[in-house]
């Protein structure tokens, strides 16, 4: 099939790459001539394993191109994909303007029947909406569906060449026909639905997988003050396969461009229905407090936080990506800089990009994870890359002055830190002190 693809972030990249590897003609489109150009050199404007490869590969078969040019794509295609942003509102409602320009310059640039399908995340209405602006400026026919995405960073191409399912949502017989047989290769889940209800789906999934972070975060909140693991609790609940055992991992809150946004937005669709979407309210308090509990921590191990050193292990909002939109780090080295403490930060591969986002104030980025921890007074872990566990925590407390560890992604055992005179703090499981398990007290019942 011949594929057009608008927006070549981590969505509308990695799916217009993963369709080519299927054997469809693709050209990819972004109106940003940097990015274009990056791409056309053999270049990846994002980090996401196995990419890069499959871009080499598939543009030497000849089934993929990029380019800003719009209409020309529009006009070689039979179906397009918008995969362009849909990020925040300071209300928290879905900014539409990408979608709305995408769809106008789309319907201009129309030479025959297309099948319009969409992969961003957009509130509920947004796909008939894109419908009316085709519509005012074409005479063409055409049929529009809404294809949510479900990868995740970091994992995308590996999602995308084998999702858990494939949401089609349209009321044109064309559109279903032809998307079902372009995600064939990927699935036998192919769910087919009406365009409302597979806007809901997306962010009905994203609400209910923050849902079971908050709510396990809040588990481990109380596993610290009864003496209970979080851990343990957590795969006790998981072996129920009504619960499931995934995303039940406590730490410092939920981050990226997804959740915290996608979240935000359906109260905002409830709201604007005159319904009050308590439970998801609940849900966005609890992980925008969570990520402090990291500074609760560090306070009540060190005192007045001014004119400390705290060094940082982890910028993005989850190991193996480059991006850091909404990544706990940023208001955890915020609250810092604000009490005073010098901090030093490292990151394996997204250091750049926060850095360029946050400013150098009280900031010292770090070449590696020692530079960051030597003669610090703590060390906090904020995202658990694999480079951060392959450390192991005797090296850690040669490397602090003084030996406070404020683990916010519980990548460290109690075995491991038996035999160091680190002071352990995580996230639902009780502190280690010098290698020793601290007990709690008789519960009065
Ligand atoms: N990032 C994820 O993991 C993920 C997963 C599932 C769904 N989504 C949803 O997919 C959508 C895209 O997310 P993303 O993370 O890929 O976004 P992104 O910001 O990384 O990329 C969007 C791209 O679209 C381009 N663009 C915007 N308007 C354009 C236009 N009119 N013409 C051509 N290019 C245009 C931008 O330049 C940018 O490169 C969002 O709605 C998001 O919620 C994201
Ligand atoms: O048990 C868990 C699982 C995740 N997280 C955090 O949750 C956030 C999101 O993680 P993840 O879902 O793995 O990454 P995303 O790439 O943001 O993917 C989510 O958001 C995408 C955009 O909508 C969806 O497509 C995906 O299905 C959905 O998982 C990260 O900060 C994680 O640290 C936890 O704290 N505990």
New binding site residues.
Partial sequence: MKLAV???????LVSGVCFSELGNDVIC????KE?VALLNKGEVPIYEPGLKELIASNKSEGRLQFTTD?PEAVRQSDIIII????PSLPSGKANLS?IE??AR?IGLAMNGFKIIAT???VPVGTNEHIQTIIASQTAFPFEVASVP?????GTAVQDTLHPDRIVIGTSGETARKYLTELHRPLTEHIMSTDIRSAEMIKYASNAFLAAKISFINEIANICEKVGADVTEVAEGMGYDHRIGSSFLKAGIGYGG??FPKDTQALIQIAGQMDYDFKLLKSVVDVNRDQRFNVIRKLEASLGDLAGRTVAIWGLAFKPETDDVRDAPAFEIIDALVKRGANVKAYDPIATANFRQQFGESGVVYCADAEEAAIQADALCILTEWKEFRDIKPLSIQSWLRTPNLIDGRNIYSEHELANTQLIYYSVGRPNMNHGVKEQKPLLSL
């Fill in positions: 608008i927006g070549t972030g981590y969505v509308g489109v972004d109106h940003l990015k719009l995969a362009v942003g849909t990408y320009q995408a310059e992969k961003s995340t995405e479900f990868l995740r960073e461009s997804c």
